[in-house]
């Protein structure tokens, strides 16, 4: 199964633009991986789906304009535009593996999002 | 609006047994897989388990195989964790989550958690 690696933290200060990075293991290339945001103390939440054609179905539920994704080679990233402090929250990445109703979940180890 | 409220959770010593419920509200429980997923304390997320929408089929971490099991209720939209032998190393916060289909196995939406201790 696929291993999934993120960066722990990453920063970036209100109004700028920040790019998180989902990197695949070797040979899953053509896997698609979900992007999850979790605020301090909440549940995570769907914010949408990347391939290497980029965005796959729609964003989830209240996902503003200023998130998108974008996918390539065996990295699945996502920018935030226009940083608000809202934003500051973990971002975990994550993946299925198997066939047909056999199936298993993988994630990243989630990168910290912290907004100067 | 799709709602999830997990509950079950608490203290328990290792070794000990704990079921976890999950009620669902707002979609029609019975056309949708779901699943656990669990985070330690201070760490990322680690999916536990999932039960198809009408319990035909079902997997699980190899961390958790032969010592947890999930089933469901449709009549009650109800989603369980049976979690037995405990160990230190399942302390972690278990959400239940929806699968948005069995082709496309996003978690689109979360509960809020509940937290289970395993601790003498």
């Known amino acids: 199964q696929p291993v999934l690696t993120q960066p722990p933290s990453a920063s970036a200060s209100l109004g700028a633009s920040v790019t998180l990075t989902c990197t695949l293991s070797?040979?899953?290339?053509?896997?698609?991986v979900d992007w999850y945001q979790q605020r301090p103390g909440k549940g995570p939440r769907f914010v949408m789906r990347?391939?290497?054609?980029?965005?796959?179905?729609s964003k989830g539920d209240g996902i503003p304009d200023r998130f998108s994704v974008l996918g390539s080679g065996l990295n699945r990233y996502l920018t935030i535009k226009n940083i608000q402090e809202e934003d500051e929250s973990d971002y975990h990445c994550?993946?299925?593996?198997?066939?047909?109703?056999?199936?298993?979940?993988?994630f990243g180890g989630g990168t910290k999002l912290t907004v100067l | 609006q799709v709602q999830l409220v997990e509950s079950g959770g608490g203290l328990v010593k290792p070794g000990g047994s704990l079921r976890l419920s999950c009620a669902a509200s707002?979609?029609?429980?019975?056309?949708?897989?779901m699943s656990w997923i669990r985070q330690a304390p201070g760490k990322g997320l680690e999916w536990v388990s999932y039960?198809?929408?009408?319990?035909?089929?079902?997997n699980y971490a190899d961390s958790v195989k032969g010592r947890f099991t999930i089933s469901r209720d449709n009549a009650k939209n109800s989603l369980y964790l049976q979690m037995n032998s405990l160990r230190a190393e399942d302390t972690a916060v278990y959400y239940c989550?929806?699968?948005?289909?069995?082709?496309?196995?996003?978690?689109?939406?979360w509960g809020q958690g509940t937290l289970v201790t395993v601790s003498s």
């Open positions: 070797s040979g899953y290339s053509n896997y698609k």
């Open positions: 707002g979609f029609t429980f019975s056309d949708y897989y």
């Open positions: 989550a929806r699968i948005y289909s069995s082709r496309t196995r996003t978690f689109d939406y």
């Open positions: 990347v391939g290497t054609g980029g965005i796959v179905g």
């Open positions: 039960i198809s929408s009408s319990s035909s089929y079902t």
């Open positions: 994550g993946a299925d593996h198997g066939s047909g109703s056999n199936f298993v979940g993988v």
